[in-house]
């Protein structure tokens, strides 16, 4: 198994849909938890930090399910300028990156 | 504003020459940290320094080194040892060390420098 696994998509959704990405984890040790935005052929850039309590940044909302071991994205009224790959990394001693999710939102 | 400098962007190479890529830091962050990044693969540690004047292996090291003289410069030196070279490179840095990463304590990169070996 994997230790950070991600639906690789890639999701195709129009302007205005709401999106949701999941991301599981093995180590149940991890102690902090982020998702990452990387355009094509671009650095990743921190989308948002993942808090126990879930958190949301305007669109995005970051929820954490330590018992089931996963992260999830919420993306609303989603736009044109999110298509982009979603990386979620967990910080078990040392980070651990996934593969990422492809999102292409459409007009 | 500060932010991470990588140079060149792009990087040609004949095999069995070695190449330095340059990372320089003006955020005053402690940690640096080097990966590279394939298709269809996550990122991958290759070396990181918590603090000036030391590093540590990542988790492909082979083919690699580094130094950490000045607390804004960590370059990357990819050696003829290194038997798939092509890749995108991508420095990092951090305030404090990965063991202490949290929503005040995040990874920012710079731009990358991509790589293909000729």
């Known amino acids: 198994r994997k230790e950070v696994e991600q639906d690789p998509g890639p999701f195709n959704v129009p302007e205005g849909a709401t999106v949701a990405f999941n991301c599981t984890y093995s180590n149940s040790a991890s102690q902090s938890f982020f998702w990452y935005r990387q355009d094509c052929r671009k650095e990743p850039k921190l989308l948002m930090s993942v808090y126990s309590s879930g958190n949301e940044d305007g669109r995005f909302t970051a929820q954490l399910n330590r018992a089931s071991q996963y992260i999830s994205l919420l993306i609303r009224d989603s736009k044109l300028s999110d298509s982009a790959t979603y990386l979620c990394v967990v910080n078990a001693r040392k980070l651990i990156w996934g593969l990422g999710t492809s999102l292409a939102v459409n007009p | 504003d500060g932010g991470i400098t990588q140079s060149p962007k792009y990087l040609f190479r004949k095999e069995g020459q070695n190449v330095t890529l340059s990372c320089e830091q003006n955020?005053?962050?402690?940690?640096m940290y080097w990966y590279r990044q394939d298709p269809g693969q996550g990122l991958r540690l290759i070396y990181y320094s918590q603090i000036v004047n030391d590093f540590q292996k990542g988790d492909i090291a082979e083919g690699y080194s580094v130094s950490r003289e000045k607390k804004e410069s960590f370059p990357l030196t990819v050696t003829s040892a290194q038997k798939n070279p092509t890749a995108f490179y991508l420095c990092a840095s951090s305030r404090e060390g990965t063991g202490r990463l949290s929503g005040a304590n995040v990874l920012t990169f710079g731009a990358g420098s991509r790589l293909t070996v000729l």
């Open positions: 955020l005053n962050h402690d940690a």
